[in-house]
């Protein structure tokens, strides 16, 4: 059973960092993507970032690109999710997934068979 340890959530005012992490373990077969989606109160679930594995490249969301940055340690099997110049609207909770599936659409969360419970983000203006 595939598991996915999320940490580094929290509150932060507008401008500032925060960088997220999440720990995959249990496997059998290789991750394909790892990475992030965020959903906010009253809206639905999105993708933010995610990083093919294989070949350590990177896919973002329009409303991120510039300030978000995912990366990966593949020998601990952990993604990272830097977020800076953060805004308000980025107030959600932040959720690692993954999938070993070469999947279509890497930032739609039906392609993901794979959750962590997530993690807070809140920025205030």
């Known amino acids: 059973q595939v598991r996915l340890l999320e940490s580094g959530g929290g509150q932060v005012q507008a401008g500032g960092s925060l960088r997220l992490s999440c720990a995959a373990s249990?496997?059998?077969?290789?991750?394909?993507?790892m990475g992030w989606f965020r959903q906010a109160p009253g809206k639905e679930r999105e993708g933010v970032a995610v990083?093919?594995?294989?070949?350590?490249?990177?896919l973002y969301a329009d409303p991120i690109k510039g300030r978000f940055t995912v990366s990966q340690d593949k020998g601990n099997n952990t993604v990272y999710l830097q977020m800076d110049s953060l805004k308000p609207e980025d107030t959600a909770m932040y959720y690692c997934v993954t999938t070993t599936d070469w999947i279509q659409w890497p930032l739609r969360p039906g392609e993901y068979k794979y959750w962590g419970q997530g993690t807070q983000v809140t920025v205030s203006s």
């Open positions: 990083i093919n594995i294989p070949s350590d490249w990177p």
């Open positions: 249990g496997s059998s077969s290789t991750n394909v993507y």
